[in-house]
């Protein structure tokens, strides 16, 4: 990736005789950084959340159903007028985790009809740790 | 619940215009027992996993996608000849957290085409913790 702290790893997926089993995080991970909370999003077709930035969370990003893109932007170098962007489209049949540091901005788009999102964080949701930014304070072509 | 310690939550499900955010685990919800790992698993309608008992894992079974029927057996008074057993089934329309302590024998069934079961559990799986018994080892009936 181009942001060097988004981290990409590939947690296992073991079939069974009846279903698989998909891993999402372990406390073993290189990536864990303590467990806040895990939740759940859904995300329609082209449907886009943008933008949003975590200034103490760090977020595990896995995609369980459909797929979704991500769009990130760093700007922690603002003052250099460096602004680096990343982009991925994950989802069960491209299995992977996106460890998502404090102080990236990032936005997600459904690509599919039904989407689903799990979130992995190192502390609970707070309102006063978040940042939000319109969708169009960053120049991005979603379609 | 017939067994006392088998506890029934609602985690919070927050409608947005996107779809929807919902809660599976917070390291402040009162069934905390800390965070080992998280998994997700499949199974097909009809499929029956059973029998398994954790000795040292607490687990908070949630079934995100189609329906499941979790089957729960306790003979921790095994000395006393009482048997006490529990049934549910649970999904997105019927959104509840299963948090099953060490001791408890369970087994589940697939009910829907799709159905997808998260484990956020409070250690990282280890065969030797686990019993597993053959499904004609408990009667019941899963047709």
Redesign the interface.
């Known amino acids: 990736m181009n942001i060097s702290d988004l981290i990409i790893t590939e947690p296992n997926v073991i079939p069974?005789s009846?279903?698989?089993?998909?891993?999402?995080?372990?406390?073993?991970d290189a990536v864990f950084r303590?467990?806040?909370?895990?939740?759940?999003?859904?995300?329609?077709m082209n449907?886009?959340?943008a933008w949003k930035l975590h200034n103490l969370m760090t977020c595990n990003l896995l995609v369980?159903?459909g797929l979704v893109k991500f769009v990130f932007v760093d700007n922690r170098m603002i003052n250099t007028s460096q602004t680096v962007t990343d982009e991925i489209i994950i989802g069960p049949d491209n299995y992977k985790r996106i460890t998502v540091p404090p102080g990236i901005t990032f936005g997600f788009q459904?690509i599919c009809d039904d989407?689903?999102i799990?979130n992995?964080a190192n502390i609970?949701h707070n309102e006063s740790e978040v940042s939000r930014f319109n969708i169009d304070s960053i120049k991005y072509n979603w379609n």
Chains 1, 2 share one sequence.
Request: glycine letters at 14%; proline letters at 0%.
């Open positions: 069974t009846s279903g698989s089993i998909m891993h999402l995080l372990k406390n073993t303590g467990f806040g909370e895990c939740y759940l999003s859904s995300i329609g449907d886009v959340r369980i159903k459904g989407n689903l799990i992995i609970c």
